[in-house]
């Protein structure tokens, strides 16, 4: 994982918690203190990580320090809290399950009808 890796992480997080909280500022870091207790704690904490493995990886003697595992799990942690569908989908997600179940009425309801006129001998 590189330098420009990391920081497209970092950017990706500080734009999230610009649209999901209104965070202001330039960088993770402003970011950070914008949101400040908006943000659950291991979410904080894990920004934190992420906004020091940005910071330390525009230096390439600082970069080999830094464990890209436990920046890649900060970088999870934090999208998986910021990125939720938004309300259009979740609408679109229930008018879908909505319609299913509808559809899958009514299909039950033919069946029985044609079950029940077949068993009286109608046909």
């Known amino acids: 994982m590189g330098a420009i890796t990391i920081q497209q992480m970092a950017d990706r997080v500080a734009g999230l918690m610009e649209d999901r909280l209104r965070a202001r500022g330039d960088g993770l870091t402003a970011k950070l203190r914008s949101a400040g207790r908006r ?19 525009q230096n390439p003697k600082l970069l080999l320090q830094i464990d890209e595992g436990r920046v890649a799990e900060a970088y999870d942690i934090c999208v998986r809290h910021l990125a939720p569908m938004g309300a259009g989908a979740r609408r679109k997600g229930l008018l879908g399950s909505v319609m299913a179940q509808v559809a899958f009425g009514l299909i039950v309801v033919a069946v029985l009808a044609y079950v029940l006129v077949r068993a009286r001998g109608s046909m």
Not at 40 to 53: F, G, I, N, T, Y
Request: no cysteine; glycine share 0%; charged share 35%.
């Open 39 to 57: 943000l659950p704690r291991r979410v904080r904490k894990a920004a934190e990580e992420l906004a020091e493995a940005a910071h330390l990886s």
